[in-house]
C-alpha cells in the first residue's frame, strides 16, 4: 500500500511562489511516474502535472511555464514549484502514484491565492 502525505500549502498572493512536496512511502519509487492534481472548491479532481521515472513531464496548459514538477528519488519525494500563482490556482492540491496504477491518494495540501 502506497501512502502519500503532501506538504507546502498555504495563503499566498498573486504573482507569488509556492512550493508543494509529497512524501511516498510503500512502493519503489524510482519505478514510478507520479502526477500532481488538483481539485477547488465545486469542481472535478484535474491533472496538473506528470513527471516519469525517467524524469519526463507533462503539464496542464493551465499551469505551463509557471509550474515545475520534479523529483527526488533518493528522498522519495516529488516536488511541484509553483511561480506566478494566480487565484484561479486555489485548490487542494495532491500527489498520485500514477504509473503502475496505485488507488492511493494523501490527505492534500490546500493552496489558497488572494490578496
Known amino acids: 500500500q502506497v501512502q502519500l502525505v503532501e506538504s507546502g500549502g498555504g495563503l499566498v498572493q498573486p504573482g507569488g511562489s509556492l512550493r508543494l512536496s509529497c512524501l511516498a512511502s510503500g512502493i519503489n519509487f524510482s519505478v514510478y511516474a507520479m502526477a500532481w492534481y488538483r481539485q477547488a472548491p465545486g469542481k472535478r479532481r484535474e491533472l496538473v502535472a506528470t513527471?516519469?521515472?525517467?524524469?519526463?513531464?507533462n503539464y496542464a496548459d493551465s499551469v505551463k511555464g509557471r509550474f515545475t514538477i520534479s523529483r527526488d528519488n533518493a528522498k522519495n519525494t516529488v516536488s511541484l514549484q509553483m511561480n506566478s500563482l494566480k487565484p484561479e490556482d486555489t485548490a487542494v492540491y495532491y500527489c498520485?502514484?500514477?504509473?503502475?496504477?496505485?488507488?492511493?491518494w494523501g490527505q492534500g495540501t490546500q493552496v489558497t491565492v488572494s490578496s
Open positions: 513527471i516519469t521515472s525517467a524524469r519526463s513531464t
Open positions: 498520485k502514484a500514477q504509473q503502475p496504477y496505485r488507488p492511493e
